[in-house]
T-cell receptor, first 112, second 112 residues
Framework: KQEVTQIPAALSVPEGENLVLNCSFT??????LQWFRQDPGKGLTSLLLIQSSQREQTSGRLNASLDKSSGRSTLYIAASQPGDSATYLC???????????FGTGTRLKVLA | SQTIHQWPATLVQPVGSPLSLECTVEGTSNPNLYWYRQAAGRGLQLLFY??????ISSEVPQNLSASRPQDRQFILSSKKLLLSDSGFYLCAWGSTGTYEQYFGPGTRLTVT
């Protein structure tokens, strides 16, 4: 059974720092991995999708990497800003299914 | 571009009352559709998903049901609400190619 873990559960950093959020999964037979952002009381916003054949994806200050063999993904945020404060979730879908399994998220606070 | 709508945005219902939450998607055809629940302080729980009209898969036994009467319409229902049904309900659509998921704004349900 696929399980997704995100560490740390919460993170507080000063503005301008580069930071890394971690996501690990137990079954390496994934189809893809998706990173989301959730602001309080809001729906999820898709940030990056990494397909199983890819190693990384970049969008602006965000870079996500995928290492299937070790069951890990990282989300790198460069030059963090207070507007980056949110909960970040990763989710994986396994080959042959349409379902995503979500981690419990990392709550990020960027201090001005 | 694709848009996903959910209504109502918030709902307060007494225990034992019925429920109907609606989700519609614009700008795409034959999407995979999903209902999730996010309880306070907990992760996303997949409730139902659908890969086509009339095709519903249930993930969690409960007093909720889902229907897909049209290609881009997904409805979550209950005949009698329980206190434990309180939570944040999110609808999502998924690309049938990449499986990338996009979420609606959510419905906050409080059962009193």
């Amino acid at each position: 059974k696929q399980e997704v873990t995100q560490i740390p559960a919460a993170l507080s950093v000063p503005e301008g720092e580069n930071l890394v959020l971690n996501c690990s999964f137990t079954d390496s037979a994934i189809y893809n991995l998706q990173w989301f952002r959730q602001d309080p009381g809001k729906g999820l916003t898709s940030l990056l999708l990494i397909q199983s054949s890819q190693r990384e994806q970049t969008s602006g200050r965000l870079n996500a990497s995928l290492d299937k063999s070790s069951g890990r993904s990282t989300l790198y945020i460069a030059a963090s800003q207070p507007g980056d404060s949110a909960t970040y979730l990763c989710a994986v879908t396994t080959s042959g299914t349409y379902k995503y399994i979500f981690g419990t998220g990392t709550r990020l606070k960027v201090l001005a | 571009s694709q848009t996903i709508h959910q209504w109502p945005a918030t709902l307060v219902q007494p225990v034992g009352s019925p429920l109907s939450l609606e989700c519609t998607v614009e700008g795409t055809s034959n999407p995979n559709l999903y209902w999730y629940r996010q309880a306070a302080g907990r992760g996303l729980q997949l409730l139902f998903y659908s890969v086509g009209i009339g095709q519903i898969s249930s993930e969690v036994p409960q007093n909720l049901s889902a229907s897909r009467p049209q290609d881009r319409q997904f409805i979550l229902s209950s005949k009698k609400l329980l206190l434990s049904d309180s939570g944040f309900y999110l609808c999502a659509w998924g690309s049938t190619g990449t499986y990338e998921q996009y979420f609606g704004p959510g419905t906050r349900l409080t059962v009193t």
